[in-house]
């Protein structure tokens, strides 16, 4: 079964940094588009970064200059950098990926979620 597990989160004061990470782990074959989203309370979800298969990168223009995505191929692995961090950054962020599962029949073109861990700046 194929899974993604964030961490990293926590309580931090404005102005503050954290790293979030996410592993995707189980039977893969590749990994392509790798993205964090967040929903604040009381908010919808929305996209804050993506990072494609070769590197190229996206940003909500609320996080931009401030947030930095990044992956580890060989790991399996993507990662958030969050500097300059906001109270209005407060939310639950979750990894998602579009990846390529093995099965035994076939490979199978999957969007996977992570469960989602939560950021709080405040002071």
């Known amino acids: 079964q194929v899974q993604l597990v964030e961490s990293g989160g926590g309580l931090v004061q404005p102005g503050e940094s954290l790293r979030l990470s996410c592993v995707a782990s189980?039977?893969?074959?590749?990994?392509?588009?790798m993205r964090w989203y967040r929903r604040a309370p009381g908010k919808e979800r929305i996209l804050v970064a993506t990072?494609?298969?070769?590197?190229?990168?996206n940003y909500a223009d609320s996080v931009k200059g401030r947030f930095t995505i990044s992956r580890d191929n060989s790991k399996n692995m993507v990662y958030l950098q969050m500097n300059s961090l906001k109270p209005e950054d407060t939310a639950v962020y979750y990894c998602?990926?579009?990846?390529?599962?093995?099965?035994?029949?076939?490979?199978?073109?999957?969007?996977?979620w992570g469960q989602g861990t939560l950021v709080t700046v405040s002071s």
């Open positions: 998602n990926a579009h990846l390529w599962a093995i099965y035994s029949d076939s490979n199978k073109y999957l969007e996977v």
């Open positions: 189980g039977s893969i074959s590749s990994i392509n588009v």
């Open positions: 990072i494609a298969g070769g590197g190229s990168t």
